[in-house]
């Protein structure tokens, strides 16, 4: 069993910056590709980042590209995402994930999630 935490949401202003980060522990996730998703009020779920286990190939939703980057060091267990030029629009809960592969953009291809962490953007 792999325990994903997410921690490093709050509230900011329109514009400013946050880095979350996603602690693993437990059963080792070695190959494993990680990634964020987030929902919204009232909303589905949805993708954000995803990031292989090199670390060599990353993935983004077209509404973060370019503000948003996802990376990971395996020495630590741990992945960050890394949010600047934040909009009204990014609030919502962020969640990562786990998983051996498969879409990378379907939360069906991931094993393992955290609890959340809420992120606020006022604008």
């Known amino acids: 069993q792999v325990q994903l935490v997410e921690s490093g949401g709050g509230l900011v202003q329109a514009g400013g910056s946050l880095r979350l980060s996603c602690a693993a522990s437990g059963r080792t996730f070695r190959g494993y590709a990680m990634a964020w998703f987030r929902q919204a009020p009232g909303k589905e779920r949805e993708f954000v980042a995803h990031i292989t286990w090199s670390g060599g190939s990353t993935n983004y939703a077209d509404a973060v590209k370019g503000r948003f980057t996802i990376s990971r060091d395996n020495a630590k267990n741990t992945m960050y995402l890394q949010m600047n030029s934040l909009k009204p629009e990014d609030t919502a809960d962020y969640y990562c994930?786990?998983?051996?592969?498969?879409?990378?953009?379907?939360?069906?291809?991931?094993?393992?999630w955290g609890q959340g962490t809420q992120v606020t953007v006022s604008s």
């Open positions: 994930a786990s998983g051996p592969g498969g879409t990378y953009y379907s939360p069906l291809s991931y094993v393992y």
